[in-house]
């Protein structure tokens, strides 16, 4: 026996849990939500939105422009057509002006009216306003969707999931063959699709397209504007109490409560809020705009048209839940004195710089020469002396004509004395094509010392108003 056997072993007591204490899980079970329908301002207005935004995506391709597809993005040939300008990888300087457009934009409408894109313009807002309406068409308002998805499997619960899903997906893989028709020209697709000719990458980019659509607009929904869209976590930095937001004015409608339409709601000691939950109904999010500004809050300003509703019904005042700041809420100003705060030295600074912006890349694209032409020495030729004891080089030039008729351009250098192009230099360029051509350029041997001498080549375009300068150097061999 050993002398650890003897000895008493150590009790460790046992703490018990304080009552009070809740075990909170990392990841939570949602219950869906079933968005009401609704009608009145706000309404009309994201309903104008989603006709005016769809016409735009699936009207584009097929508007012809000339010989072409008025809108496509050749990238095969690395040119973009966007009516009648046509913008190489040269031009790429315009992209990033829309980049920074489309980035000061949303700075700008964030910080006047909040979440003006994403309740109005968003696809994710657009996409499932349409997979909505289809399900409400299909399968009935509110009230039915619930009850149906509680009852038991049926026939008439299988007919109506299995047409509305189909619908759905028509939608989806109509809006993926749109999409990809900006990329190739959707008439020729649509042949190849009869065909069953589709290339690999158009049939992945169809299905992807399609299938996100169908996913994200019929099953994610405000899973995607609460969980994975960033702009929800990061728009209180653009907000501030002179913003244009969806709120409740408390003041007012605090203390909730039932009451007959026919009772002074003075005499129960309640506000005007009748407390009926339309407003959390008809949220695509599943908020209560009543406990405040939330991240999940949208700004569709459904829970604004369905209050006015009832207030109509009550016979009360409208506005309970309205588009205002937090400063008109709180000092009580009129509209004129609310909107004189909107307009803050913010706002002014975002709309001058965004103006500025615009208007220099509508003056660059207006006044931008239509060809591009790219010099290259060849190195694979060496200055050398040829007959007359001149000096020559040997230039790649590739130009390329912005336009959609055919046009000539002569070629002429500049920079050292007696310089000239040897080579035939008048070149013939198709419409919106490009031209590779070596040239020949030579200088008498005097001209310069030995070494490398800065050039210039003019290129002038002999059918239309356009001239270019491109530097390169010219070498004289020791």
């Known amino acids: 026996m050993t002398a650890e056997a003897g000895k008493p072993k150590k009790i460790i007591p046992i703490i018990p849990v304080p009552s009070d204490e809740k075990v909170i899980p990392l990841q939570t079970s949602q219950e869906k939500i079933y968005p009401r329908s609704v009608s009145g301002f706000f309404s009309q207005w994201r309903w104008g939105m989603v006709f005016l935004t769809q016409l735009v995506f699936y009207g584009l391709p097929w508007i012809e422009w000339g010989q072409r597809q008025a809108v496509l993005f050749d990238l095969g040939a690395r040119r973009f057509y966007i009516f009648g300008l046509v913008l190489y990888p040269q031009d790429f300087i315009y992209l990033t002006g829309i980049l920074v457009v489309s980035a000061l934009s949303l700075f700008l409408f964030t910080a006047v009216a909040g979440r003006l894109w994403c309740g109005y313009a968003c696809p994710q807002t657009v996409y499932t306003e349409i997979f909505l309406w289809i399900e409400k068409k299909v399968e009935g308002d509110r009230v039915a969707r619930m009850r149906r998805d509680g009852q038991a499997l049926s026939w008439d619960k299988v007919w109506r999931k299995s047409a ?26 649509g042949g190849e699709l009869l065909q069953m000719g589709m290339g690999s990458w158009e049939v ?57 339409r026919k009772v002074d709601p003075g005499t129960l000691n309640l506000g005007a809020c009748i407390d009926c939950g339309l407003c959390v109904q008809v949220c695509p999010t599943g908020i209560d705009i009543r406990n405040g500004l939330q991240y999940e809050c949208i700004g569709c300003g459904a829970c604004a048209d369905v209050c006015d509703t009832v207030m109509d019904k009550m016979g009360y005042t409208r506005g309970l839940v309205k588009y205002t700041t937090e400063n008109a809420l709180k000092n009580k100003w009129t509209q004129a004195q609310t909107w004189r705060h909107i307009l803050r030295p913010r706002i002014l600074v975002y709309t001058t710089v965004l103006t500025t912006i615009v208007l220099a890349m509508v003056v660059s694209l207006a006044t931008r020469t239509p060809f591009k032409v790219n010099v290259v020495r060849d190195r694979g030729m060496l200055a050398r002396i040829v007959s007359g004891g001149k000096i020559e080089n040997v230039y790649q030039l590739q130009v390329m004509n912005a336009t959609e008729a055919t046009q000539r351009y002569k070629i002429t250098a500049a920079g050292l004395p007696d310089l000239a192009v040897i080579s035939d230099n008048i070149v013939t360029v198709e419409s919106t094509q490009a031209r590779r051509l070596a040239v020949r350029v030579q200088a008498p041997f005097e001209a310069a010392a030995p070494g490398t001498h800065a050039i210039a080549f003019e290129i002038n375009s002999l059918d239309s108003p356009g001239q270019l300068s491109e530097k390169s150097v010219f070498m004289i061999p020791r």
């Open 204 to 260: 992945f980019w169809v299905l992807f397209y399609g299938l996100a659509t169908y996913g994200n607009a019929g099953f994610m929904r405000e899973q995607v504007c609460k969980h994975m869209c960033p702009y929800a976590r990061f728009q209180s930095a653009m907000f501030d109490k002179d913003t244009l937001i969806v709120t409740y004015d408390a003041e007012r409608g605090d203390p909730r409560g039932t009451r007959s």
């Open 164 to 189: 509305k899903h189909v619908l759905w997906l028509a939608v989806a893989l109509w809006t993926g063959y749109s999409f990809v028709g900006y990329f190739t020209p959707i008439k020729q697709l």
